[in-house]
């Protein structure tokens, strides 16, 4: 297994309230979740650096959306 | 990897699985274009790299970060 | 490619175990030179399939894979995982997991975190549709082993997904006691069943190990 280093993370009572609530969501630890996290936004930042737009779909609404990183 | 798989286990799951066809693949997102002598095989994406990229209106906003415009 | 942990594939001549290794992390010369040992077998098949007129709508879905290519799609890219298996020198087996982007379907636990096999494919010289008599077998149960574990490392309680290929369906269904939600959603245009495994299933797969 890949050898690990430990960090302090500190966050805000609203950081916490939404990594909790999510954690309770997904039925993950927070470390698990933020892992989770760190790999979404690789693949997102990736896309995005090579010119892809991120678009949400809702099929049965029939409605397109741009997420917009500024 | 931690995995221990015993013998009898092996075998008993050898003599189920046969000589059968195991693949797995990600469906692609567009037809296959047949002239290709190699396709691109297709990570994991949602249904939305199939959509045309409609001109979206972007929304000023005062807070840093993301910005989002719903349009149909 | 980095340490390996031992393993047994089945070898059909002589109906027994031999010795294997499970590798992680494979690099882009362990992928090519899979890829390349795997060729002559691919090759010859399309050529027979082409002789025989048959429709490529028809090919098996791997034969146009690009091994290589998709290596370096993903290459560092934490949510993608390799795997390949080795025995007697030579790449037994490739799979590639993803780990952030798909969620369950059904059941309880839709909407939760999945291992997701993005691709799974047995050496040409173990399948039954190139050879007439394939070399080693377990190598889809062992992939399928590595995804449940690396699912439970993951705190995603064993649950994986994937698309089977049309000739691989009653493995996944039958064998490994998978779900079978269907085709299309999402991918309208292609005829993959998608499969899951659920958290009881995967728990069902693991225990039979202990019987």
Redesign the interface.
Known sequence: MAIKKQMTLNLTDAEMNVLELLCEK????KT?LI??A???Y??VD?RMENGD?????N?KK????????? | MNIHLSDDWLMRKAKIEGKTSVGAGHPPIESVDQQKPKTKMTLPA???DK?V??E?Q?LD?SA????????? | MSAFTSIKLFHHDSSSLKPAELYADLSKLDVTTAELSWQPYIEKKIKSLESAGTSQDDWPEHLHWDWSQLRRDTQS???HQWYGIKCDGKWQGLMVLE???HRARIGA?KG??LVYINYLASAPWNLAEFVEAPVYGLIGTIFVRVAIELSFN??F?GRIGLHALTQSEGFYRDICGMTDVGPGQ?YSQSKLRYFEMTKDQAEDFVREEKQ
Do not use: N, Y
């Open positions: 997904k039925e993950l630890s698990a892992r989770q760190i790999k979404l690789q693949l990736d737009k991120l678009i949400f779909e099929i029939k409605e397109k959306l741009e997420l917009k990183v500024l | 949602s249904s939305t959509l990229c409609e979206a972007t906003d840093p970060g993301i910005d989002a415009q719903s349009k149909q | 890219k934490l949510a780990t952030a982007l636990d939760k975190h993951l705190e309680k999402e």
